[in-house]
């Protein structure tokens, strides 16, 4: 497997930044940054000078050489063996006798449990370690074309998903039977992992944001908001379609216009060097306009990759000035208790001067 250069030479330009001589991570989204790949029981590291290593019981050496761009794989084992496996009882036990003389490790800490912690302190000392957390994060905020790329399959397989779910919608079917339908639809795509709890939410329980699909069987004249969340090889796609049975309620018609109009307002506004919280406030100020912006419960978007929520919010609270290459999500909303609610969700790539929308599906209101 190649390696994503331009990834590891953004991290190491963090890591001169926090004067980080390696970063060690034990959880899985930031191994696969690291490392391209999935192998489990595992630790990865960067070093500063670029090395890209893993740790690997020796069980799974064979997957850490041959599915991932790590330049170096060491196995290691509780029993001494005739092999070259390093006798040690853990992972951070093995990255000591290689590595033990580094003066400061970085490691996310928000990705570690704290028994982890205590023994990273127990082998380094508590001087050494320092949080990775914000080199990891700011440079995964940022995507390569690489990353890109994944993320553009991803958002195919999620269209793919939220079309097979409209096209499952018909009276009296189950809001579950449709998240099941698109499961499997994106998952045969080659999704490797699709949210465990995909949202339909029709009719009142449309006004849920996060309504999860449930035994409620569609009606004729039901609103159905479907927000479909999945990955490829770690990188996701999320989009949200909102569509109607039948007939569509007066006031819910209305209420979609408006939240059509925030949202292409929003992506109309997305360029480089735009802060997040401005979009926030394009979306919010046409919601509030139309009369609706109590109804606006939650932030105009959030950034996309490794983890389906990441840097940045577009939000009031979020001054990140966006750069070329984030990858966010623009979903205003409308949400009324007793009535049902409208979301319409897009992914953009920001870039020079505008924005790329990925998703395609048609977002204009759809009676069917
Ligand atoms: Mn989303």
Redesign the pocket.
Known sequence: MEKDDMRIDRLIGFMDRLNLDALVVFDKVNFRYLTGGVVDYSIAYVLREGRVGIISPVMEYERARSTTWADEVYAFSREKRDDEAIEAKTAIEAFKKLYGGLNRIGVPYSNISHSTFIKLVEAFGRERLADGDEAILESRVVKTDFELGLVRKAVEIVEAGVRKGIESIVEDVSELDIAFASHCHMKSLGADKVYDDLIVASGKRASLPHGRASTKPIKYGDVVTL?F?ASYEGYYG?E?RTVFLGRADKELKKIYEVVLNALEEAVDTVHDGVSAKEVDEVARKVIEKAGYGKYFTHST??GLGLE??EKPRLSASDDTILKKNMVV?V?PGIYIAGLGGVRI?EDIVVRIGGCEVLTKNPNELLII
């Open positions: 927000d969340v999320d949200t978007g959030h389906v929520h999500t979903e969700e």
